[in-house]
């Protein structure tokens, strides 16, 4: 089993920048891509990004060019700089792990721009 714990959401202006980081402990392991998902209210779970064990990156077409997915693999962490933040980034995220043949959910932590 892997668990999940996001930390660093909050409230910020349009323009701020704000750092969300999710740590696993477990079997950590198994783990090989870990990245984040969103979900604002009345919409789907959608990614955001994510990182193999390898440094591997892919990002949502609406996040490219202003957050950045890293991962600290030896403290088994990973985080999403996010900045240029717009209203339509406020939502639930969520950090993710898929190991060999389950995948883990953080519980969530919010995150929302004021314009």
């Known amino acids: 089993q892997v668990q999940l714990v996001e930390s660093g959401g909050g409230l910020v202006q349009v323009g701020d920048s704000l750092r969300v980081s999710c740590a696993a402990s477990?079997?950590?392991?198994?783990?090989?891509?870990m990245g984040w998902y969103r979900q604002a209210q009345g919409k789907q779970r959608e990614l955001v990004a994510r990182i193999t064990r390898g440094g591997r990156t892919n990002y949502a077409d609406s996040v490219k060019g202003r957050f950045t997915i890293s991962r600290d693999n030896a403290k088994n962490k990973v985080h999403l700089q996010m900045n240029s933040l717009k209203p339509e980034d406020t939502a639930v995220y969520y950090c993710?792990?898929?190991?060999?043949?389950?995948?883990?959910w953080g519980q969530g932590t919010q995150v929302t721009v004021s314009s």
């Open positions: 993710h792990a898929q190991a060999t043949s389950t995948t883990y």
């Open positions: 477990g079997e950590t392991f198994s783990i090989n891509t």
